[in-house]
């Protein structure tokens, strides 16, 4: 059985940091994301990364502040968040997809966590 298990998140005050992790179990996946809904919004990409290789991709409302990494001997990744605005404030959400191919869409990815909060304050 597949599962996906996220931790980190929290309530912080603009311009703190936060680290989420997102274990995975049951098989391994070739690229691993992160997502984020806010209140009333659609639910949006944020960063991925290649299992292989490592090639990252990031929300350019994310650039330069975010840093998805991956540690493959534990089957987890994590998004490092630094210079956090309120408007990060959303559920996040790690997904996975077995097969390389799109990256930024929902519908790309096969498997979700369950989603933790992130609160930032002004």
């Known amino acids: 059985q597949v599962q996906l298990v996220e931790s980190g998140g929290g309530l912080v005050q603009a311009g703190g940091s936060l680290r989420l992790s997102c274990a995975a179990s049951?098989?391994?996946?070739?690229?691993k994301g992160w997502f984020r809904q806010a209140p009333g919004k659609q639910r949006e990409f944020v960063a991925a990364i290649k299992w292989s290789g490592g090639t990252t991709y990031y929300a350019d409302s994310v650039k330069g502040r975010f840093t998805i990494s991956r540690d493959n001997t534990k089957n987890t990744w994590y998004l490092q968040m630094n210079s956090l605005k309120p408007e990060d404030t959303a559920v996040y959400y790690c997904?996975?997809?077995?097969?390389?191919?799109?990256?930024?869409?929902?519908?790309?990815?096969?498997?979700w966590g369950q989603g933790t909060q992130v609160t930032v304050s002004s």
């Open positions: 049951g098989r391994t996946f070739n690229l």
């Open positions: 997904a996975a997809k077995a097969q390389y191919g799109g990256w930024n869409q929902v519908h790309d990815y096969d498997y």
